[in-house]
């Protein structure tokens, strides 16, 4: 049996070893550990459970990669700038959901019959104001919705059975939401870990770093890294041992504080457990999802991929 944990983290990307990359100088020693080195551009690393590789994000399409086409790729396998013509922001266009519903990897999965889930929790208040549009679903979002699963709410937070964006739940109290603790990011690592184990795919979003990135949260980049890090040390201390932990992002963002924008690096993909060598080989956040799906297939014989 195969499991996977594929942890979203938007807005990272992979930049040098300088004075202008926060992840060069973070405290990030379980990626140290991993990498023999900071979460920078370098050399594939590749051992019999540890890959990482660089990942391109463009796409082969002019222009800053972005998120609403950056996510749709990564989440169906689809390049979904190329099909539209053109990076595109933010929330995905009709043409984009479109692709989400046909293609989302956890429609796929659960298609087979396999157990999958969206681990992080939805507030109270979050339907009511994407119902008056207030609010619009990101890619995340859609690929749940079109998969037809449940949603976590905050009483799954409170029991553990859940994780919000933020990682370790900082974001609520500015919201109001005293009666949701505040946990650390080694917890929050174990309760993805809990979740694999009673999952064959799990998948996790954190925008915390491409919202810093972008300058709207009052935290230091190199903070966002150490909690990053703190997350994957929780998951991987806890995590079964039939399970792989898969980590990718969408585009650049976080890697470069000389700009608030997006940038044109690389994306990491990091993959821990005894599916890493199934990844050999990728190129483009377009081959993250079908890799996950050919996986799993390899996991349970018979179950058909989407590109079948």
């Avoid at 169906?76 to 959901?97: C, D, K, M, W, Y």
């Avoid at 064959?200 to 150490?226: I, N, Q, T, W």
């Avoid at 992002?249 to 700009?259: F, Q, W």
């Avoid at 924008?261 to 081959?287: C, E, K, M, R, W």
Wanted: charged content about 20%.
């Amino acid at each position: 049996m195969t499991r996977v944990c594929f942890i979203f983290l938007d807005g990272v990307g992979l930049g040098p070893a300088d004075e202008a990359n926060p992840l060069a100088r973070a405290d990030m020693p379980t990626v140290r550990e991993l990498l023999g080195r900071p979460l920078i551009i370098g050399a594939p690393v590749e051992t019999r459970r540890v890959l990482f590789r660089a990942l391109d994000a463009r796409l082969g399409v002019p222009g800053l990669p972005q998120s609403a086409t950056g996510q749709t790729t990564l989440f169906t396998g689809i390049n979904a700038a190329e099909v539209v013509g053109q990076h595109l922001s933010a929330f995905p266009t009709l043409a984009l959901r479109e692709i989400i519903a046909e293609h989302s990897l956890l429609k796929v999965v659960a298609g087979w019959g396999g157990r999958a889930t969206l681990a992080n929790a939805y507030s109270p208040d979050y339907w009511e104001r994407a119902q008056t549009r207030r609010i619009r679903h990101s890619a995340t979002t859609w690929v749940n919705l079109a998969a037809g699963l449940p949603f976590r709410t905050f009483d799954d937070l409170r029991h553990g059975q859940a994780v919000y964006w933020d990682i370790t739940h900082w974001t609520m109290r500015r919201r109001g939401y005293s009666d949701v603790p505040v946990i650390s990011p080694e917890e929050a690592g174990r309760r993805l870990a809990v979740l694999t184990a009673s999952y064959d795919l799990v998948l996790y979003e954190s925008f915390l770093p491409d919202l810093v990135g972008h300058r709207r949260l009052d935290m230091a980049p190199e903070e966002v890294g150490r909690l990053i890090d703190r997350l994957l040390a929780g998951l991987l201390a806890n995590m079964p041992s039939d399970a792989t932990l898969v980590v990718s992002s969408d585009h650049g963002n976080l890697e470069d504080a000389r700009t608030k924008a997006h940038t044109y690096n690389p994306v990491p993909l990091l993959v821990v457990g005894p599916g890493a060598a199934a990844f050999h080989g990728a190129q483009s956040i377009a081959d993250v999802t079908p890799m996950i799906l050919n996986l799993l297939q390899g996991a349970d014989g018979g179950k058909e991929t989407q590109s079948e």
